[in-house]
């Protein structure tokens, strides 16, 4: 189930838990292309800068670098679609940006319309939000460590509350799922249904997909030597432990029971044709080359369209609200004057 093309509801701005460690904390572009805008530094792979440097405007309310990383980086590290599809941490800060325009436009429509956001709701989002720290002065500290201030993260609740009461307002209730489009979904999407789970171990070496060919070389050299090694009936747990880049190595590699749509495609792929015993060929996925093992099977089967109809209707009734918030953002933004400094 992909995530559609803004995602405005996949994360709240300001659910970003500020403990995570910062992302953007330096270049890491080749020097190549360097370009300098106004107090914003592009390396080609990242977009540096003061963190009060304003990367767009719209209708005069500012969005800056600092508010951008902070999606960017919370996208990165929860491993979200936005993150893995974007082709370096540039493309990903364009991606924030983009959801951040939209959440403004939407949050000032509402205004416009007389929605309101009352405060002690925006108060009780506050103080369950402030839960996550020590203390205030703890809270105060990890903002500025952010360049966030207390009331810009008010503020980002209070849109928040805006978006969502516009979208209840103006789109939730115009919206419906027929009967057979869900049918048609069960049909055409077959591996989501099914109820098969694998236990299997894995040895991951990782690759930039920038890397010189002599680096990607001596990766697949030591991914096929794992690999030999396995086939051949090496322990696959001290393989793993001995070659693995993955944080699982410290289990052997040990992925326990997972269900096909939890993995890349081309990982579960090669997993699910694999029967007990079985090691794979080599598998490139985006995070580098794999060699996996099964060592369980179980819950062999496919769920009946009657126990999957009311999730496919949920996900099919949240793509339509998406695809139709997306519209109506988009309406809003020919209407207003947007200016985007941040480099291309």
């Known amino acids: 189930m992909s995530p559609s093309r803004r995602s405005i509801f996949a994360v709240a701005w300001i659910l970003v838990p ?3 460690g910062g992302l953007f904390c330096g270049g890491e572009g080749d020097g190549q292309g360097e370009q300098q805008t106004d107090s914003l530094y ?3 792979q990242e977009i540096l800068g003061d963190s009060d440097a304003v990367v767009a405007l719209v209708d ?3 969005i800056r670098l600092a508010e951008i990383n ?3 980086a919370f996208w990165s590290q929860s ?11 540039k493309a990903l800060q364009h991606v924030a940006l983009d959801h951040l325009i939209d959440q403004l436009v939407l949050a000032q429509d509402a205004e416009k319309c007389g929605i309101v956001a009352s405060d002690s709701i925006v108060e009780n989002m506050v103080t369950r939000w402030s839960a996550q720290f020590e203390s205030p002065e703890d809270r105060d500290e990890k903002l500025a460590s952010r360049d966030i201030t207390f009331e810009q ?21 115009t919206l419906e799922v027929p009967d057979e489009a869900v049918r048609a979904y069960y049909e055409e999407h077959p591996e989501f249904f099914e109820t098969t789970e694998v236990h299997a171990r894995h040895v991951l070496i990782t690759i930039d997909p920038g890397a010189p060919e002599e680096s990607l070389a001596v990766a697949r050299e030591r991914i096929e030597s794992a690999r030999a090694q396995a086939a051949a009936g090496g322990d696959f747990e001290r393989l793993a432990r001995e070659y693995s880049d993955c944080p699982s190595r410290s289990q052997g590699g040990d992925l326990d029971y997972f269900r096909r749509g939890q993995m890349v495609k081309p990982f579960a792929d090669a997993a699910f044709a694999l029967q007990v015993g079985e090691v794979s060929d080599v598998v490139e996925t985006q995070f580098g080359y794999h060699v996996i093992k099964v060592e369980e099977r179980r819950n062999e089967g496919t769920q009946p369209f009657t126990e999957a109809a009311p999730g496919i209707q949920r996900h099919l009734y949240g793509q339509r609200l998406q695809e139709a918030v997306d519209c109506y953002a988009d309406s809003l933004r020919a209407q207003l004057e947007i200016e985007v ?3 291309l």
């Open 153 to 173: 993260v008010r503020r980002k609740f209070q849109q928040d509350v805006l978006v969502q009461r516009l979208v209840a307002q103006m789109i939730r209730d």
């Open 60 to 62: 005069g309310e500012a």
């Open 18 to 20: 500020f403990a995570l």
């Open 42 to 44: 592009d390396t080609g």
């Open 79 to 89: 491993g979200a679609a936005q993150a893995r599809e974007a082709e370096n941490r």
């Open 341 to 343: 400094k941040l480099p």
């Open 70 to 72: 902070l999606v960017a």
